[in-house]
């Protein structure tokens, strides 16, 4: 059975631990480095990514977590998750880290301000049960991606027609949106499933 870790210094974590929780895993959360240590996999949950990468400095836990990705360990960002994940940040602060798991370029806010919030549904390559319907609150989506980063979905129709909003690239999953409010366990599922098979 896979331990789990949903980084804990900001935003959902309390619903990522109840998705991976009614899946069957050992949900921990993760605020320190030892912390890290002891999970196979981590939830980068949806917040607000200039804090998040502030406190990641601040826990110390920037480094150990960038090693932990680069060694191979799994991780699924949900929203601001997603922009923690990219190589490069449009939109983001010049002190804004990353953790360069995934090679793609994303857009902080792309979707507008809270007020601009959404709900859409969004077919995604290899979840079955027809489409997801998708909550978008201050949103990214990815402006590219890299030659071995997979497009798992993308917005249909609308101004934002045709933009990236899942990405996977080998044991990372990323997704624009935030799954852990919907009820949807699909995702979650998937991406156990990914970790099952790395571990």
Known sequence: MPTIGVLALQGDV????????????????????????????????????????????????????RERLRAGMPAYGSCAGMIM??????????????????????????????????ETDVELLG?????????????????????DVEVLGRISGGPADGKIVAVRAGNVMATAFHPEVTGDLRIHEAFVELVRAAV
Do not use: C, Y
């Not at 049960?129 to 201050?138: D, E, K, L, P, S």
């Open 127 to 147: 979840i079955d049960g027809g489409a997801f319907r998708t909550v978008f609150i201050r949103a990214p989506w990815a402006e590219e991606v890299g030659p």
């Open 85 to 118: 994940l990219a190589s490069k940040v449009l939109d983001g602060r010049p002190d804004q880290e990353v953790l360069s798991a995934i090679d793609m370029t994303v857009r902080r806010n792309a979707f507008g301000r809270q007020v601009d919030s959404f």
């Open 14 to 65: 309390v619903e990522h631990m109840a998705a991976l929780a009614e899946l069957g895993t050992i949900a921990r959360p993760v605020r320190r480095p030892e912390e890290l240590a002891d999970v196979d996999a981590l939830v980068i949950p949806g917040g607000e990514s200039t804090t998040m990468s502030k406190l990641l400095v601040s826990f110390e836990m920037l480094e150990p977590l």
